[in-house]
T-cell receptor, first 113, second 114 residues
Framework: AQSVTQLGSHVSVSEGALVLLRCNYS??????LFWYVQYPNQGLQLLLK??????LVKGINGFEAEFKKSETSFHLTKPSAHMSDAAEYFC???????????FGTGTSLTVIP | DSGVTQTPKHLITATGQRVTLRCSPR?????VYWYQQSLDQGLQFLIQ???????AKGNILERFSAQQFPDLHSELNLSSLELGDSALYFC?????????????FGPGTRLTVL
């Protein structure tokens, strides 16, 4: 079975500070992992994904995530937060029997000027 | 803009009623997924179709049904609506149905049941 846990439902950072959003997964097979962002009143937009290969994945808007099998983690980072990064972030794992996504409960990121 | 369209954007109805939500996938995408987003349940997978056939089922209630038509658009039918069905319903699409295919999400339909 697959599942995702996002630690911290709310994260606040100062503009220019490091962003770190945590995601831990559980999967009975090698996981395929995704980070999506949701801006207010909008759908979800893919930030980045990990399937196989390089464990450090770079995405859009300066975000990146590192797959760490030993820690069953896929944390999302960005070196310097921008006001426009304020949004809800979701980590997801793809099932092994199809392509349904199991989403975490989301982390709301606030950027303080 | 993801290329996935959903109509209507907002829907307000009463308990016991039936509604239909519509989704048009991105051009070229054969797979359609439906998700429900609510405050207490988060984002839940409901059902997946691939090229007109049901591929996978998630936490979809028996009062809910869906189909994918030959032109690949999909409809989600919700009947005997209850207050708890109030939520944001997202449609997503991907090229294939295999694991790891990137899903593109529509803007959602906000359903309010009064």
């Amino acid at each position: 079975a697959q599942s995702v846990t996002q630690l911290g439902s709310h994260v606040s950072v100062s503009e220019g500070a490091l962003v770190l959003l945590r995601c831990n997964y559980s999967s009975s097979v090698p996981p395929y992992l995704f980070w999506y962002v949701q801006y207010p009143n909008q759908g979800l937009q893919l930030l980045l994904k990990y399937t196989t290969g390089a464990t450090l994945v770079k995405g859009i808007n300066g975000f990146e995530a590192e797959f760490k099998k030993s820690e069953t983690s896929f944390h999302l980072t960005k070196p310097s937060a921008h006001m426009s990064d304020a949004a809800e972030y979701f980590c997801a794992v793809s099932t092994n029997t199809g392509n349904q996504f199991y989403f975490g409960t989301g982390t709301s990121l606030t950027v303080i000027p | 803009d993801s290329g996935v369209t959903q109509t209507p954007k907002h829907l307000i109805t009463a308990t016991g009623q039936r509604v239909t939500l519509r989704c048009s996938p991105r051009s070229g995408d054969l797979s359609v997924y439906w998700y429900q987003q609510s405050l207490d349940q988060g984002l839940q997978f409901l059902i997946q179709y691939y090229n007109g056939e049901e591929r996978a089922k998630g936490n979809i209630l028996e009062r809910f049904s869906a189909q994918q038509f030959p032109d690949l658009h999909s409809e989600l039918n919700l009947s005997s609506l209850e207050l708890g069905d109030s939520a944001l319903y997202f449609c997503a699409s991907s090229v294939g149905s295999g694991r790891g295919n990137e899903q593109f999400f529509g803007p959602g339909t906000r359903l309010t049941v009064l």
